[in-house]
């Protein structure tokens, strides 16, 4: 069922953007289903009592990477509120926009993308799926943030929240994985308590990227910058899901750092700080929203400092506010955007009398705010009773530190929570507010919302049950308590009075004064050393990436020799000879002799045929040491790159320019520095081999895995054929770039007064003979016909899609050169490869089968007899077209540039002239 549903809120991304194109409320109710679906699913889990369940698909097996998903109660818990809440705020969001507002096929459609995500996170059971969704939920956030992208304050914000969460998430990762190597394993439910230097280490990490994303001092500038976000995305990131991310994992991981005295301290310092600093924010602003920001801020303390002492009572006390804390401060949210819709501003000073002009959404406040000050008889109650039981059950420092400061951040949160209530919907200052009419939609979402804490605290046995098998996942023995809705008068009784006394007193005191908003002070030093990171970023790519060839080329050969200084040492002699046949020597002194002619050689032309001779020559070192591939590969290789070299010097000089002697010598010297610490780092590691050669498992492999005789192309294509995925990304990444920037020079020369129009069909140097354009004319079929033979007969014989790529790829640029039309489009090319690699990976997937399982069928033709075939055939098809596509974009670009050169040459001679 996980899948279904992670494929159901895919689809309804989909729907919701072609739902958005009639308006961004079609687009809302359409992304509402998949919410909708989860929230019905998860509850008739719930009732039957059916709380496990699993989901795993493998992509490395040796490396245990995968995507791996299992629901608990923990799990089903936070789906309700990810997914059960969402839906109220899809539904209130049709309210908050107007039926032309802008962004109706963008909006639904990535609020959808973090519901997903963050389900993605809730269900996560591996590290490696942990972290993926993690980032997903901070890209989907920085794009919902951002959502009113024409203004810089809205930019910023999403930037600043971007670049902390970002970088929270980096440091989570690095504390993951020394986490899986301490545990032994890379799935969450598998690892058991670990410690030592390494686990306090991973601890911290750990701790610091959760502190990250659920907004805890110094990182929680980013919260309030967040409200820049619509309302609705408030209600549903910043309060109810995103930034209990990092709760969530706290609580996830806290029998696994049971042992880490660290991880308990660390949690502790940042709720304790957080906690007292976000209610003190909270009094100091005067925007509804930003009073609310500052106090989830404070509560997200709470509830970390609750996770991080561990004990039995502060767990289940902390799981009961996650629940309380969602369902009091999403109403919260979702009513401040009504305000603002229906008045124009949430600035508390300038509101008046809303309690008697929007007594509906008067009446929610209260109630969420009341739960939320913990009065009964609301979910909020029984939850802050656990709390400050917890913190009186205690003993020694932990007692010392975590009661007072709890009782504090409690007095605060009543006062803040007061002066809220009547700042906007109380009498004000500046006459009464003028309010628009109400829209249903947001009154049906916060009415329902609102009443869930009423609902929580009459039916406490249920909420109950609820919190305490999540609590239970994270620490066994919280199966003793229970959320009571009076509890007599006992300690943390008395103390709950105190606390809301004071804290509303201190409320009312304050909201009868003006306050003067505080600067931004930790949100401008953030923005700023974003800033300085981008100011000084340029400057350090102008000084290492100058543009000087030659110094690249020094620095490469220096580092080169200076790393293989350490292997010099290893070296030893007694597996070494000198050759294994006669011909290898001949074939090293004419590589020699050619790379020594390309170093003296003063035309163009003659260097680009000394490399070519270099090239040929490796290639028969190939054929002698039986690499028939290697050596096609090689020699295609070596063609189309002298061809494209000898195609470019039609735009440049027929000789290099004068150099002096000293510089050759340079030149020469670290050649023979980079050919010498690559033949100790060679020879080095030919001295201590590492087991034994896999020639034969890679034998066997290819004639029973594969099917296939050409031990090379089956590993391309079907073995390894993960490595192959990534190096056609990378191909296809670099296609990409270079129709990029031909476009940009392009652009640049129909601006540029008397510039040539780029030639894509015609030839780029002087114009050929008739008799060269009928040779490729009539060699073209015949090259098309021998990269049809090595593509099919790759698996068996040498060849393959690469070569076969590297063929067709050559008949492009003759053609090219010829002035004849390519018919080939470059960006087709490539996307056609890349959807048909990427077909052929996933399909295994709807089949239950691992990423890029191969697949080979055969059939009975008549007169041909039994033809084999496979996956693999289609996978290389897929490489072919992505090298072809290369290729031709690669000629493009020298058109283009070649064109650009023969420009401003025309120029010059003309300006001389002149």
Request: glycine letters at 10%; one cysteine or more; aromatic letters at 8%.
């Amino acid at each position: 069922m996980i899948w279904w549903l992670l494929v159901l809120h895919l689809l309804g991304i989909g729907v919701a953007v072609l739902g958005g194109r009639r308006g961004i409320r079609t687009g809302l109710i359409a992304a509402a289903v998949a919410p909708a679906i989860t929230t019905v699913w998860a509850l008739t889990q719930i009732i039957d009592g059916d709380t496990e369940a699993t989901a795993r698909l493998m992509w490395v097996d040796a490396l245990d990477i995968g995507f791996e998903f299992r629901i608990d109660d923990v799990a089903l818990l936070m789906t309700l509120l990810v997914s059960g809440i969402g839906t109220l705020v899809f539904i209130n969001a049709t309210g908050y926009f107007s039926a032309d507002a802008d962004g109706g096929t963008r909006f639904p459609a990535t609020l959808l993308a973090f519901s997903m995500s963050m389900l993605g996170l809730v269900w996560a059971d591996s590290i490696w799926t942990l972290f993926i969704f993690w980032e997903a939920t901070s890209v989907t956030s920085f794009l919902l943030v951002g959502h009113k992208n024409t203004y810089a304050d809205a930019r910023n914000s999403a930037r600043r929240a971007l670049v902390i969460t970002g970088a929270g998430g980096l440091v989570l990762l690095a504390g993951l994985l020394i986490l899986a190597e301490q545990a032994g394993t890379s799935t969450i439910s598998e690892m058991g308590a670990v410690s030592g230097a390494a686990a306090t280490t991973a601890a911290v990490l750990v701790m610091i990227g959760a502190a990250t994303k659920s907004a805890q001092f110094p990182f929680h500038v980013w919260l309030p910058g967040a409200m820049a976000a619509p309302t609705p995305v408030s209600a549903y990131l910043h309060s109810a899901t995103m930034v209990k991310a990092g709760v969530l994992l706290v609580a996830v991981l806290s029998p696994v750092f049971v042992d880490v005295g660290a991880w308990k301290w660390t949690g502790v310092a940042f709720g304790i700080a957080s906690m007292l600093w976000g209610a003190i924010g909270a009094l100091r602003q005067t925007d509804a929203k930003l009073i609310l920001a500052w106090g989830t801020v404070s509560q997200l303390g709470l509830l970390i400092t609750l996770f991080s002492l561990g004990s039995a009572k502060a767990i289940f006390a902390g799981t009961s506010l996650l629940l309380a804390h969602a369902v009091f401060k999403a109403p919260l949210f979702l009513v401040v955007g009504e305000v603002d819709v229906r008045t124009g501003t949430r600035d508390i000073t300038k509101l008046d009398g809303l309690n008697r002009s929007m007594p509906i959404a008067f009446g929610v406040a209260v109630v969420a705010g009341l739960s939320m000050a913990g009065v009964p008889p609301l979910l909020g109650f029984p939850a802050k009773e656990a709390a400050i039981e917890a913190a009186l059950g205690l003993s020694g420092t932990e007692r010392a530190v975590a009661l007072p400061t709890i009782v504090g951040g409690a007095v605060l949160t009543v006062a803040y929570t007061t002066r809220f209530l009547i700042g906007t919907f109380g009498p004000g200052l500046e006459g009464r507010t003028e309010v628009a009419p109400r829209r249903v939609s947001m009154t049906v979402a916060t009415v329902t919302l609102g009443a869930l804490s009423v609902l929580g605290y009459v039916f406490a046995p249920a909420a109950t049950a609820l919190v305490r098998a999540a609590a239970i996942e994270s620490n066994e023995k919280a199966e003793v308590y229970e959320l009571i809705r009076w509890p007599g008068l006992k300690t943390a009784f008395v103390i709950s009075v105190i606390v809301v006394v004071l804290g509303a007193i201190l409320g009312w005191f304050l909201s009868q004064r003006s306050i003067r908003v505080p600067d931004t002070v930790g949100a401008n030093a953030a923005d700023e050393m974003v800033d300085g990171v981008l100011s000084w970023a340029p400057r350090i790519t102008a000084a290492i990436q100058h543009g000087s060839l030659p110094v690249y080329l020094a620095t490469m050969g220096f580092a080169m020799v200076v790393a293989a200084i350490p292997f010099v040492f290893a070296i030893e002699t007694d597996h070494l000879v000198a050759w294994d046949n006669p011909a290898q020597l001949a074939l090293a002194v004419l590589t020699v002799a050619a790379a020594l002619a390309g170093a003296f050689v003063g035309s163009r032309l003659g260097a680009t045929l000394t490399l070519g001779a270099v090239g040929v020559c490796v290639s028969g070192l190939f054929v002698i040491h039986g690499a028939p591939d290697l050596a096609l590969t090689q020699l295609v290789v070596e063609t189309v790159i002298v061809v494209g070299f000898v195609v470019g010097l039609g735009a440049l000089t027929t000789r290099f320019p004068e150099t002096r002697d000293s510089w050759r010598t340079v030149r020469l010297v670290l050649s023979v520095l980079g050919g010498a610490g690559v033949t100790m780092a060679l020879a080095a590691s030919a001295s201590d081999p590492s087991g034994t050669p896999p020639i034969e498992a890679l034998t066997d492999g290819a004639k029973d895995i594969g099917g296939g005789k050409n031990i090379v192309n089956v590993i391309l294509t079907d073995l390894r054929a993960l490595d192959t995925l990534g190096e056609v990304v990378v191909l296809a990444t670099v296609t990409a770039g270079i129709l990029a920037l031909a476009r940009v020079v392009r652009e640049e020369q129909q601006v540029s007064e008397g510039a040539v129009a780029t030639r894509t069909g015609y030839a780029l140097i002087s114009t050929p003979s008739p008799t060269v354009r009928t040779a490729i004319r009539i060699a073209s079929p015949f090259a098309i016909v021998l990269a049809a033979y090595l593509f099919f007969a790759g698996h068996n014989n040498p060849g393959g899609g690469f070569a076969a790529g590297l063929v067709l790829g050559s008949t492009v640029i003759l053609r090219t050169v010829a002035g004849l039309p390519r018919r080939v489009k470059p960006r087709k090319a490539v996307t056609i490869g890349t959807l048909t690699v990427a077909f052929v990976a996933l399909v295994p997937i709807l089949f239950g089968d691992p990423f890029l399982d191969m697949w080979i069928g055969s059939i009975d033709v008549p007169m041909l007899g039994t033809i084999k075939s496979g996956s693999a055939l289609v996978f290389d098809l897929g490489v072919t077209a992505i090298v072809v596509g290369l290729i031709t974009a690669s000629i493009e670009g020298l058109s283009t540039i070649t064109d650009q050169v023969m420009a401003d040459a025309r120029k010059a001679r003309d300006g001389a002239t002149t």
